[in-house]
């Protein structure tokens, strides 16, 4: 009788272990990826009264077994559902992320500064630094680095920093391609009289804007265009050609007979920025044919040798300009009631390379699924800015929770090597925009609930049967 008691005792025990996990789990049913925890009962050692023995084959005695009596239970294990997934909760921050698990089960590395924790909550915001972090705890995310040409670095895991005087702001680029193109009306008579006066934007490496004026004039032969540059002026409209007080260009006619243009006080020859060229189009039908010059064969398109600006002196600004080629295969030479709309503009006609950018100001930050993160500019600028790295495990169920959503290494989860894995390996991803709910089960919580009550209540009434029976024991007396 008293092992009854005791042995019921150690049910009581259990079974409000057991409890206590389960509310455990209800209380975190909407903590962000939370995973719930099941007690695994064991039986505690058993007393032998009498040993098995061998049967007797000369006596015809069979051997009997050994008789024992169990004492109880004890809780044998937590198990942790750390696999299970919890369901997704949009909420529309792109800084909200969730892990989308494919064959291995990810982590989000953070630290405190001193110390590496691992979470499935990927509530992330930007502190004052411009770190990314944890919301609940101010944990800073970890992951991968990138270098002076946008590789990112895969050697050790950092704090992620996201928004610095750095990433701020996205370098300038000089121009490189253009085009010409629309429609120059073959009755356009201010092309037949002064010339057809175009421009093309372009920008130095420094990120300042130009454009280049062209006047484009109908010679005698009909579908023959000649193509001169006339002037390059700077965002505000002035010549970047030295003028007299008049306005009027500064002149030098050299031995050759050229003239020569004035260039922060050096002489300099229009035609080697650009050759006067000859623009041809097919009469019958009023396509492109070709452009050509006495220094370039004929061609879809011509260079604009701005570099040559370049050796003669610094520019205006301090910043060096970049040849351009200028693309002229998709102007045509239609009737249009003589009105032209042939145009230029920067950049290479089929893609866009090449258009040169100014200086470009942060307007936002996103995560792709395979945890980079780019920042994007308003000079259309889009930089890899870092790139978030996962954990992985060999026993992810061995990490022991430490609170605030967070676990750390044991001996049984196997160990962090510093450096994390990318998540779309083995063709996981992340989710921006989005939380991982808890995985809690309330209808299997509430079961076990059940199951939990009736096993406690059941331990509670063999202790009340063992008084009984030690009371009429004690009675004999009586």
């Given amino acids: ?3 009854s008691l005791y042995s019921a005792v150690s049910g009581l025990k259990t079974h409000q272990t057991r409890m206590d996990v389960i509310g455990n789990n209800i ?4 903590t962000e990826a939370f995973k719930s925890s099941s007690v695994r009962f064991s039986e505690i050692m058993y007393q032998t009264t009498e040993g098995a023995t061998f049967g007797n084959a000369a006596s015809g005695t069979g051997g009997k077994n050994a008789k024992q009596i169990g004492l109880g239970v004890v809780s044998g294990a937590t198990a942790v559902n750390i696999t299970g997934a919890g369901s997704a909760e949009t909420t529309g921050n792109p800084f909200d992320l969730r892990l989308n698990d494919k064959n291995s089960t990810n982590f989000f590395i953070v630290s405190d500064g001193a110390n590496r924790f691992f979470t499935r909550a990927g509530d992330f915001y930007v502190d004052g630094n411009g770190y990314l972090c944890m919301s609940s705890t101010g944990y800073t995310l970890q992951g991968w680095q990138v270098d002076a040409n946008g590789n990112v670095m895969q050697d050790q895991v950092s704090a992620l920093r996201v928004m610095s005087s750095a990433t701020k702001t996205s370098a ?5 391609k253009a085009y010409v193109s629309g429609v120059l ?7 037949a009289d002064s010339g057809r006066v175009i421009t093309i934007p372009f920008f130095d490496d420094l990120g300042y804007n130009y454009s280049a004026k062209f006047n484009i004039k109908k010679t005698n032969t009909d579908g023959t265009y000649d193509v001169k540059l006339t002037d390059i002026v ?13 306005g009027n260009f500064i002149t030098t006619t050299g031995q050759n007979g050229k003239t020569y243009y004035s260039y922060n006080g050096n002489p300099i020859d229009v035609q080697s920025i650009f050759t006067d060229a000859s623009l041809k189009f097919d009469q019958s039908e ?3 044919t070709s452009i050509s010059s006495a220094t370039s064969a ?6 604009l040798n701005l570099s040559v600006l370049n050796t003669q002196s610094a520019s205006k600004n301090g910043s060096k300009f970049s040849d351009i080629d200028v693309d002229f295969s998709k102007s045509m030479n239609y009737n249009n009631n003589g009105t032209s709309t042939i145009g230029g503009m920067n950049g290479d006609i089929k893609d866009g390379s090449g258009k040169g950018k100014a200086l470009g100001a942060l307007t936002g930050i996103s995560v792709n699924d395979d945890g980079k993160i780019y920042g994007s500019y308003d000079n259309g600028n889009t930089v890899l800015l870092c790139q978030i790295s996962v954990a992985q495990f060999a026993n992810a169920s061995g990490l022991e929770k430490v609170g605030d959503n967070c676990y750390q290494t044991t001996l049984n989860s196997g160990d962090f090597d510093g450096i994390g894995v990318e998540i779309s390996g083995d063709g996981s991803s992340i989710a921006s925009g989005q939380l991982e709910m808890s995985n809690v089960d309330l209808s299997s919580q509430f ?17 009340t049967t063992s008084d009984t029976l030690l009371e009429e024991l004690i009675n004999l007396k009586r």
Avoid at 172 to 176: F, G, I, S
Avoid at 449 to 462: D, E, P, Y
């Fill in 1 to 3: 009788m008293m092992r």
């Fill in 27 to 30: 209380a975190n049913v909407n």
């Fill in 172 to 176: 300038p680029e000089a121009t490189t």
């Fill in 185 to 191: 009306d073959k009755n356009d008579t201010q092309a």
């Fill in 234 to 246: 700077d965002s505000k409209g002035k010549s970047l050609f030295d003028l007299d007080k008049d």
């Fill in 286 to 288: 009023g396509t492109f």
């Fill in 298 to 303: 004929a061609a879809d398109s011509i260079k």
């Fill in 447 to 463: 079961t076990d609930m059940i199951v939990t009550q009736r096993g406690f209540q059941a331990n509670s009434r063999v202790i």
